[in-house]
């Protein structure tokens, strides 16, 4: 059994505000909707101006939110400063996607004959998008394993490396980067995808950390109703990734960053339940004879338990874990879970199941899969707002011989 997830607070000690993350989640971004509790959806793609004058302002202001939607939209604005809030940054911005983060960000920041350094284990859009077009653009990719200490900053080729890209916890075997390690790299721009996590499980920047980025399509937004991604940082180098994000043209939709910013609002209560219900799950699968491991950081036995006690304040709300059977257990597993839905995504009131190896990283070529630790037998499980005795007897039913 493993000690309970230290309080929240400690990761947040006091904030900008001196309230705790959930009480946070619930004051900020109100910036845009006057005195309306919910949020006011802004679907305007244009404003108009008073003069020569006035249009002149518009289209030369910096992240002007009454101009033009791809430039920003007052409802975004109101998803994005509720972000930059909870993260503890100067600002945020929004993309259509998560991908489109990674994208937008990458592209704003590195040039052909560029240099980054990133994680292995990292969701699979995300590597195809580096072994892809960024190969392709002449910018060079090195890959290491962020179990390995001091992997990252071994990597940087001092002058070359523009950015060092992590995710942590990683997707799928939830492997844990170093936060410290990644905030101490001098020179190039560091980058931590803390999607698995959420804003209030952990806060990469107040490890130095110079960019932290989700794609809120999965535990902020939280109701499977909005595709949408999202960074935080310094103000001078977001208002750099805007400057390129506006031609693009990732831009997001005002109606996905209002149904975001409602999950924001019951973000830590669900992250909070989903974690503890993991908890159990966890264990529960780990005493099972048809499963061989169990990856998830809240076990005591994880082999970054202690890292994952040092910089998380909960140990999230997503697991893997191996069937001894292999392919063909994880395909009768599939066939018998009842309450648990397959599907890719997570972070939602469902609990959803998907075998990685066919699904999620079925773009990666088998090498590429077995050094992410992408094998036959893995499942991951997204554990749901369900109450999680019906989940353990659902999963126990769907392992039985
Ligand atoms: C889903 C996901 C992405 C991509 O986000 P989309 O919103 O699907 O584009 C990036 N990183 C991680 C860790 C993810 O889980």
């Known amino acids: 059994m493993s000690p309970e997830p230290a309080d929240p607070a400690r990761v947040d000690p006091a904030g900008s505000t001196g309230l705790r993350p959930a009480s946070r989640a619930i004051r900020a971004g109100r910036g845009s909707s006057g005195t309306s509790l919910a949020t006011a959806l802004w679907a305007s793609s244009t404003w108009q101006s008073a003069d020569l004058d006035d249009a002149n302002a518009r289209a030369t202001a910096m992240r002007g939110a009454e101009f033009y939607s791809r430039y920003g939209n007052p409802t975004v604005r109101a998803f994005e400063e509720a972000i930059a809030d909870l993260e503890g940054a100067d600002d945020a911005l929004a993309f259509a996607s998560g991908m489109g983060a990674v994208a937008s960000t990458v592209f704003a920041l590195c040039s052909t004959g560029d240099h980054i350094v990133a994680q292995r284990q990292l969701y699979a859009g995300t590597i195809a998008f580096l072994q892809g077009p960024c190969r392709r653009l002449g910018i060079d990719v090195t890959l290491v394993d962020a179990s390995e200490p001091g992997a990252f900053a071994a990597a940087v080729i001092p002058g070359r490396t523009m950015m060092v890209l992590a995710e942590t916890p990683s997707n799928p075997r939830l492997e844990l980067a170093d936060l410290d390690e990644l905030g101490s790299i001098g020179g190039p721009f560091t980058v931590v995808d803390s999607t698995f996590a959420t804003p209030i499980g952990q806060r990469p920047l107040d490890h130095g950390v110079d960019l932290v980025l989700h794609s809120a399509t999965k535990g902020i937004g939280g109701h499977n109703d909005a595709t949408l991604g999202v960074i935080a940082?310094?103000?001078?180098?977001?208002?750099?990734?805007?400057?390129?994000?506006?031609?693009?043209?990732?831009?997001?939709?005002?109606?996905?960053?209002?149904?975001?910013?409602?999950?924001?609002?019951?973000?830590?209560?669900?992250?909070?339940?989903?974690?503890?219900?993991?908890?159990?799950?966890?264990?529960?699968?780990?005493?099972?004879?048809?499963?061989?491991?169990?990856?998830?950081?809240?076990?005591?036995?994880?082999?970054?338990?202690?890292?994952?006690?040092?910089?998380?304040?909960?140990?999230?709300?997503?697991?893997?874990?191996?069937?001894?059977?292999?392919?063909?257990?994880?395909?009768?597993?599939?066939?018998?879970?009842?309450?648990?839905?397959?599907?890719?995504?997570?972070?939602?009131?469902?609990?959803?199941?998907?075998?990685?190896?066919?699904?999620?990283?079925?773009?990666?070529?088998?090498?590429?899969?077995?050094a992410t630790g992408v094998t036959e037998g893995l499942i991951r499980l997204s554990v749901g707002l369900e109450d999680p005795s019906d989940l353990t007897d659902d999963l126990t039913s769907a392992l039985s011989p």
């Open 233 to 370: 940082g310094e103000r001078e180098l977001i208002d750099a990734v805007w400057a390129y994000s506006v031609l693009h043209g990732a831009t997001p939709s005002p109606f996905d960053a209002l149904n975001a910013l409602r999950g924001i609002r019951t973000l830590a209560v669900r992250t909070t339940h989903q974690a503890r219900s993991a908890q159990i799950i966890a264990e529960h699968l780990a005493a099972h004879a048809a499963v061989s491991t169990v990856h998830y950081p809240g076990l005591a036995d994880h082999p970054q338990h202690e890292l994952a006690r040092r910089q998380m304040s909960m140990f999230g709300t997503v697991l893997a874990f191996e069937l001894t059977g292999g392919r063909e257990a994880a395909s009768r597993f599939l066939q018998r879970v009842r309450l648990c839905r397959i599907a890719t995504s997570l972070g939602g009131p469902e609990t959803l199941v998907c075998h990685p190896a066919t699904s999620t990283h079925v773009s990666l070529t088998p090498e590429e899969q077995s």
